[in-house]
């Protein structure tokens, strides 16, 4: 047996040992479902919390409660790529380290694409729906006008 299949073979029982496998359903089906969950739970969530506190505001007055489910509401809006690389890690079964590194590589990558979209002429990322932390969509808007 050549040192080259030996090896490939090494290689191969790694990656059986570390329970890697490329497949269209460990990458399509699994990490995209994976990616889903992590989107859910942050921007969804948080946009349902800001919303909450959105609403105390207007019935019954601006107060800490209000201002404090608007700001963590934001700010898990915000955790969007953290949250989708933790997911989709989780979803391919990976090992705690790979698991809590990928909420790094999770930001990064969110924060790379949202600069890429903002040099494109897109909306801010930081601010969503394009308007102040409290949603009237009115923030920057007014303030560029003139």
């Known amino acids: 047996m050549s040192s080259s299949n030996m090896s490939e073979s090494g290689f191969r029982n790694f990656l059986k040992r570390k329970n890697i496998e490329f497949s269209a359903k460990r990458y ?5 479902s994976a990616m889903a969950l992590g989107l859910f739970s942050s921007l969804l969530i948080g946009l349902i919390i800001k919303t909450v506190g959105e609403q105390i505001a207007v019935l019954a007055g601006e107060n800490p409660f209000s201002n404090f489910c608007i700001e963590s509401g934001t700010i898990a809006m915000g955790l969007m790529g953290p949250a989708i690389g933790i997911a989709v890690a989780w979803g391919l079964k990976s ?8 909420a790094i590589t999770g930001s990064m990558g969110a924060t790379v694409t949202s600069s890429l979209f903002e040099s494109a002429g897109g909306a801010r990322r930081s601010v969503p729906c394009g308007g102040d932390r ?3 969509g009115q923030g920057d808007f007014q303030r560029n006008k003139s």
Not at 95 to 102: G, T
């Open 28 to 32: 399509l089906q699994d990490a995209l």
């Open 95 to 102: 090992p705690p380290l790979v698991l809590f590194a990928s």
């Open 134 to 136: 409290r949603g009237t």
